[in-house]
C-alpha cells in the first residue's frame, strides 16, 4: 500500500519561501514519477510539477521559474521548493505518485497525499 505524506506547508508574506516535502513509502519508489497539484475551494486540482523516474522535471506555465522540484531516491522524497511566493499561490498543495507517464493529469496519477496548506498574505 503505498502512502504518500506531504508536510513544510504554512503561512508566509508576499516573496517570502516554503519547502515542502513528501515522503512515499510502501512500494519501490524508484518506480515512480511523483507530482505536485494544488487545490482551492471550488476549483479543480491544478497541476503545479512532476519529476519522473528519470529526474526529468516539468512545470506549469505560472510556475514561472518560481518553483523547483528535486527527488532523492534515497530517502524516499521529493521536495517543492517554492520562492517568491504569491497570494494568488494560496491553495492545499498534495504531492501524487505514478506508475505510468502522463504527469500533467491528476487523473493519471495512482496515490495520493493528504494535503499540506500554503498561505501566502500580501
Known amino acids: 500500500q503505498v502512502q504518500l505524506v506531504e508536510s513544510g506547508g504554512g503561512l508566509v508574506q508576499e516573496g517570502n519561501s516554503l519547502r515542502l516535502s513528501c515522503v512515499f513509502s510502501?512500494?519501490?519508489?524508484?518506480?515512480?514519477?511523483v507530482g505536485w497539484f494544488r487545490q482551492t475551494p471550488g476549483k479543480e486540482r491544478e497541476f503545479v510539477g512532476a519529476?519522473?523516474?528519470?529526474?526529468?522535471?516539468v512545470y506549469a506555465d505560472f510556475v514561472e521559474g518560481r518553483f523547483s522540484i528535486s527527488r532523492d531516491n534515497a530517502r524516499n522524497t521529493v521536495s517543492l521548493q517554492m520562492n517568491s511566493l504569491k497570494p494568488e499561490d494560496t491553495a492545499v498543495y498534495y504531492c501524487?505518485?505514478?506508475?505510468?507517464?502522463?504527469?500533467?493529469?491528476?487523473?493519471?496519477?495512482?496515490?495520493w497525499g493528504q494535503g499540506t496548506q500554503v498561505s501566502v498574505s500580501s
Open positions: 510502501g512500494r519501490t519508489f524508484d518506480n515512480y514519477a
Open positions: 519529476v519522473t523516474t528519470m529526474y526529468n522535471k
Open positions: 501524487a505518485a505514478t506508475a505510468g507517464r502522463e504527469y500533467y493529469m491528476a487523473g493519471a496519477y495512482d496515490y
